[in-house]
């Protein structure tokens, strides 16, 4: 299958070809574009970071998942950040045209979560409650052990967004999948917000944007686990998902490529570990686990379409020296 994962993880040549890092003099700035939970999940922290170390500022430009890929695939920023990997032509199996000419590089590891308003008495859903949910099977807080109250569920608008994708890549394996939702909203921020107001609310999000709220708003636990640093790195919370820095494939300025031998080096690291962001490296055995969840959902879509699935997964495109370190951390 042409272009399946365009992931790249090269860390020897980064650190060997961009070692030295501009100098507090320079004044160039880098841009940045991507999802809230990407910039949430460690982005701010990082770029901070770099801009101490190196005098190089991060200028934000937000826009979501798809607009972190598509905007440095057409030049118009630096650097991506998104929470879902490329979407591809379902008969043809390329990437779409929009998202051609990029790189992925995973840099951490997420958690999709799901949010309530702080006062609803459920602690804990379960994966088979949240597609019964989302089908609308299950209408009313009582049916999982809350309150005689009507379930209103929030979720993104369109089915290519970074929560959306994915939620339906990792709870349905069907990226077509249908949601029956009281309320469509365009961001997760908003999802988010409306959390603290709504007692009958329920919505899913990236734990990083989650953990801004939790003090306002419930994040429940997931078949029992709650999702802990330790329970995403181990692969016991089962929602979780891998974070990219997206990079064009024929990236000329070196001050991209030294951005990103930071962010995969022990400084950016740690810049991680501090946020609570798992990084890739550290959780790197749930990759082969989360790409067998992708495959599902590609099969699952040609299947719908009439098309062969047989053809459907190869194995990914890292870089040889990680495909061994995934195989012999299994």
């Excluded at 501090?274 to 299947?303: C, F, M, S």
Aim: positive net charge; charged residues 25%.
């Amino acid at each position: 299958m042409k272009n399946f994962l365009k992931v790249t993880a090269i860390y020897a040549a980064f650190f060997l070809s961009f070692g030295n890092y501009a100098s507090a003099a320079t004044e160039q700035k880098l841009t940045w574009a991507g999802c809230g939970i990407s910039k949430n999940a460690f982005m701010a922290e990082m770029a901070a970071a770099y801009k101490k170390k190196t005098g190089i500022e991060i200028d934000f430009k937000g826009g979501g998942a798809t607009k972190g890929i598509r905007q440095v695939s057409s030049h118009e920023v630096d650097i991506g950040g998104t929470c879902r990997h490329l979407i591809e032509d379902t008969e043809t199996l390329t990437t779409v045209p929009e998202e051609r000419r990029v790189q992925l590089t995973p840099v951490g590891w997420d958690a999709l979560v799901v949010i309530v308003h702080k006062g609803n008495p459920v602690e804990n859903v379960t994966i088979e409650q949240i597609r019964d949910i989302y089908t609308g099977k299950l209408t009313n807080w009582k049916q999982i052990g809350g309150r005689d109250a009507p379930i209103e569920l929030y979720v993104r608008k369109g089915k290519i967004s970074g929560v959306g994708r994915t939620l339906r890549e990792l709870v349905f394996n069907n990226y077509d999948q249908e949601f029956v939702a009281k309320y469509v909203v365009e961001e997760s921020s908003n999802l988010e917000k409306d959390m603290v107001s709504n007692p009958n609310g329920m919505g899913i999000t990236g734990i990083s944007s989650a953990r801004k709220i939790q003090d306002i708003a419930k994040i429940l636990k997931l078949d029992g686990k709650e999702p802990t640093y330790d329970n995403i790195k181990s692969g016991a919370y089962l929602l979780y998902r891998p974070l990219y820095m997206v990079t064009h494939m024929q990236e000329k300025n070196p001050e991209v490529r030294k951005f990103l031998a930071f962010v995969m080096g022990s400084e950016g690291k740690e810049v991680m570990r501090k946020a609570g962001t798992v990084p890739y490296e550290d959780g790197i055995q749930l990759w082969l686990k989360y790409l067998d969840q992708q495959n599902k959902a590609i099969a699952k879509q040609r299947q719908q379409a009439g098309l062969p699935v047989s053809k459907t997964i190869p194995k990914s495109k890292l870089s040889n020296k990680v495909q061994k370190d995934q195989i012999s951390a299994r």
